[in-house]
Nanobody, 117 residues
Framework: QVQLVESGGGLVQTGGSLRLSCAAS????????LGWFRQAPGNQRELVAT???????RYSDSVKGRFTISRDNAKNTVYLQMNNLKPEDTAVYLC???????????WGKGTLVTVSS
């Protein structure tokens, strides 16, 4: 019912920046919030940031102050501005959509972010 496509990943040096995009389509009006998660090699999937339809945001402690999540409602797109990137930020970044009843139940395929030291 909801499709999510991420873009913007790539290779960046330590201290650099990247901007990820996630375009949502389908039943976008059923989405309560959009979020970014990441899966690093050998690590569990972790929450990076979320933003609700009302604009409320939250971040993991590891990215707070460095990453900013935002959305463009007209384009049904959520962004993740990543600044001061560190090697430990290297991961596949996944976009997810949350519905009130079901939680984060829609997922994109992910985009790879690699931060070189």
């Amino acid at each position: 019912q909801v499709q999510l496509v991420e873009s913007g990943g790539g290779l960046v040096q330590t201290g650099g920046s990247l901007r990820l995009s996630c375009a949502a389509s389908g039943r976008v009006f059923s989405i309560y919030a959009l979020g970014w998660f990441r899966q690093a090699p050998g690590n569990q999937r972790e929450l990076v940031a979320t933003i609700t339809n009302g604009g409320s945001t939250r971040y993991s402690d590891s990215v707070k102050g460095r990453f900013t999540i935002s959305r463009d409602n007209a384009k049904n797109t959520v962004y993740l501005q990543m600044n001061n990137l560190k090697p430990e930020d290297t991961a596949v970044y996944l976009c997810a959509a949350e519905q009130l009843k079901y939680g984060f139940n829609y997922w994109g395929k992910g985009t790879l972010v690699t931060v070189s030291s």
